[in-house]
Structure formats: C-alpha cells, structure tokens
C-alpha cells in the first residue's frame, strides 16, 4: 500500500523569490529512497491562516507531513506556536535542549537569552529531534496514524535532522522500497522512441512504470518498480532493459546519473585521445559543457569560438572560395571547420557547429534553425544537417548537444 507525503515550506523569504527552495527537493529524493511518495509540495508564507490551513488540508491527503522553516526565536516564526494551537496542547520545557544551547552559544561567545532559552518550549504531545548543528529542535507528532515532522529551514540543520532522526524512523515504520532505473537516450526524438518501444513499454509488468523525461535532444526513460526487496526489484529492473537495449542501443549513451559530456570524456581517455572544437552559432557552449566535467583538461585542448567569417578563414583555414560560394551553413564549411581546428590545435578529433540560431538571417532555402555539424578525425571527415527549432535560446542548446552525439556516434563507428 503506498504511502503517501506532503511538503510544506513556510517562509514569505521563499514566496518573494528572495530564497530558493532547495530543500523540498532533497527532502523528495530521500524519501523516495525509502519508498514514499510525495504527493505535493506547498509553500506558504508566515501567517496563521496560512499555516493551520496548509496543515488541516494536508492531513487530509497524506500519511507524513514534512514542514520545514519558521522556527526561529522571533516574534515573526509561527510554526511551533500554530502546530501547539493546531493539536490544542501546551509547552514542555526540554532540559537536554537548555543544554545544548548553552554549550553551543559559549563556543560561539555568546551569551545565551531569555528569548533563546524559549526553544526548549516545545509542544507537549511531540517528540524532541535534537538539532546537534543550530538551536531549534526539530518535533515529531503522531495524531489519528498521521505523523508531522517540523524542522528549521537551514538546509544543513533540515539534513541533518532528517539523516539523523527523520529517514531512519520513517525507514523502521515503511518498509516498501521503491527504485528507479534511468536509461538516457539522445538523438531521438520522444515519439519515435516511443514508437520503437511500444510493444516493450505494454508488455511491463503492471508494478512497473515507465516515464518519459524528455530535454534538448535527450530523453530519458524512467523505470521505476515498487516492492519489499531492493536487490529483487533491481534484477527485475535490469531484465526488462536488458530486452529494451536491443530495440534503441544505438541511441542509449549511458544510465542514472550519466551525462553525455561525461560518457563522451570517458571514451577520449578510453583511446587516450584529444578533441576541440569550432564554434561559430554555439558561441561556446559545447566547449564549456565539456570543460564542466572534472579533469577535462586531459582530453580537450580547446576550441576557436569562430563566430565570424574572417575567423572561420584565418583561424581554421576555411577556403574563402568555398565560403562565398556555398555559405557559412554549409556542408562543405562545417568539414573545412572541423578538420582545420583538429590540424591547428593538434587533436585526435576535430568537431564543428554552423547555423542560424535566429530569430534573424534565415531564408528560404535554409531557415531558421538549420544547423550543419562536423566531424573529423585522421581517417574520415564527415557532416550532418540538423533542423531545429524558430526559438534561438533552444537552437543553440539542441546544436551543442547534437555535436556532442554527432562526436558519439562517428567516434564509435571508427
């Protein structure tokens, strides 16, 4: 029987966009680690309307409620005054809390207040958490099988409370696990991939679900399986890829949390090879996903950001001729472009990127969006045209990851 979270986030900090809410989305991940799962997520500003009807409707929905922030000592923190209103009862002092801040405040060199000492008031009918990293206590209350958990709304006190206290009793009480494969695929597009796997996906067993996550040119493919037995749900998981990878394996690059700069950095060091690249509509994104992964230096010597014509000649060698003839966006271009940055900066693999981002400089024959690609390397220099999108933003972000899959494939095929 699945059950069931709610998040509430309290903080006017948050509804103004002056603090960004990270914590809902740890909180989400680790709970669906332990098999629960969060139905909805709310944020609320600090008034006692907001609080005590965020409350009351989640109850209502849901078997954890999860309420992070508003714990401070000031007259503006509501959340444990309204949780103690909410059940009707009234303060418990926590000595072992007076405690903690009071050897907390003097490795500080502070002096511990009257208004401070007010956080060891917690409402009767809850469980202390001790917070061993700030001064506010988390609370755990169980009312009609409804358990609350309150916790400040400092990321690392949240954490560290859920790690210590939260995660662990939530772990003991449900025991369902549920586990997600991932399976990332790029180059295709989501209902042609959803075409090759139809037969696949309605066969699945009816525990096992199927997402589709798609984004710039990649789509991922989420199982997920819900059960008792981790390391079951894991092979059953495995079996039903292992009939998928044959219908789309050309167009899988990796699992979980793999990323294609990434995959792509590892088949380099693979070979022990070096690539760079020649950016003209890019203007340098490929070069700064690659370098975004840790000892990318070991592959990627550079790149020439050959926005203009003149840079395209002068710096890559690009025949002027060929360039006034045929055009920058041009099959013949993006192979003089890849070849001549792999010669230049002395690389295994040269790759190249030319189009029309927009909104502007398209025509009839090539619009907006048409992008050509190329690749080259000691033994084949090769391009590919691409037709993308009207919007510039999404051109250029579809034309990098391209590139880097256009890199996947020839490199593979070698």
Not at 12 to 18: A, K, M, N, S, V
Not at 110 to 138: I, S
Not at 280 to 307: M, W
Not at 379 to 391: E, G, H, I, R
């Amino acid at each position: 029987m699945p059950v069931f979270a709610e998040l509430i986030s309290i903080g006017d900090e948050i509804l103004y966009g002056q603090t960004l809410d990270t914590n809902s989305h740890w909180i989400s991940a680790r709970l669906d680690e332990i098999g629960v799962k969060v139905r909805r997520k709310i944020t609320i500003g600090d008034t006692r309307e907001e609080i005590l009807s965020a409350l009351a409707e989640s109850t209502e929905r849901a078997d954890i409620i999860l309420i992070t922030g508003g714990l401070g000592p000031t007259k503006d923190d509501l959340t444990k005054p309204l949780l103690a209103e909410y059940f009707g009862v009234g303060f418990t002092r926590h000595q072992e809390v007076i405690e903690h801040l009071k050897t907390l405040f003097s490795k500080r060199g502070r002096v511990l207040t009257e208004l401070n000492e007010q956080q060891a008031d917690l409402p009767a009918n809850c469980t202390m958490l001790m917070n061993k990293l700030g001064t506010a206590p988390g609370m755990w209350f169980e009312e009609n099988d409804t358990i609350y958990v309150s916790m400040p709304g400092v990321p690392y006190e949240m954490k560290g409370l859920m790690n210590d206290h939260v995660l662990p009793r939530l772990t003991e009480k449900y025991q369902e696990v549920i586990y997600h494969k991932i399976v990332r695929t790029i180059g295709i597009p989501e209902s042609v991939l959803a075409q090759k796997i139809e037969d696949w996906e309605n066969n699945l067993p009816k525990h096992l679900k199927l997402a589709y996550l798609p984004s710039f040119g990649q789509v991922k493919l989420r199982l997920t399986a819900i059960g008792g037995v981790k390391s079951e749900l894991e092979k059953e998981v495995q079996q039903q890829i292992d009939q998928l990878l044959p219908l789309i394996e050309s167009s899988v690059f990796g699992y979980d949390e793999d990323e294609i700069e990434k995959v792509i950095g590892d088949m380099l060091l693979a070979k022990n090879q070096t690539i760079a690249f020649a950016e003209s509509c890019t203007g340098g994104l490929i070069s700064h996903l690659i370098t975004s992964v840790p000892g990318s230096s070991q592959y990627f010597k550079g790149s020439v950001i050959s926005y203009s014509n003149e840079v395209k000649i002068d710096e890559l060698g690009v025949n002027p001729e060929v360039l006034e003839a045929k055009g920058a966006v041009s099959e013949e271009v993006v192979m003089q472009m890849a070849k001549g940055v792999r010669e230049r900066l002395k690389t295994d693999v040269g790759v190249s990127v030319s189009g029309i981002a927009g909104p502007d400089g398209g025509t009839e024959e090539k619009p907006v969006g048409t992008v050509w690609i190329g690749y080259s390397d000691k033994q084949k220099t090769v391009a590919k045209q691409f037709n993308f999108l009207k919007d510039r933003n999404l051109n250029i972000k579809f034309s990098a990851y391209s590139a880097l899959n256009m890199f996947r494939i020839q490199y593979q095929a070698e």
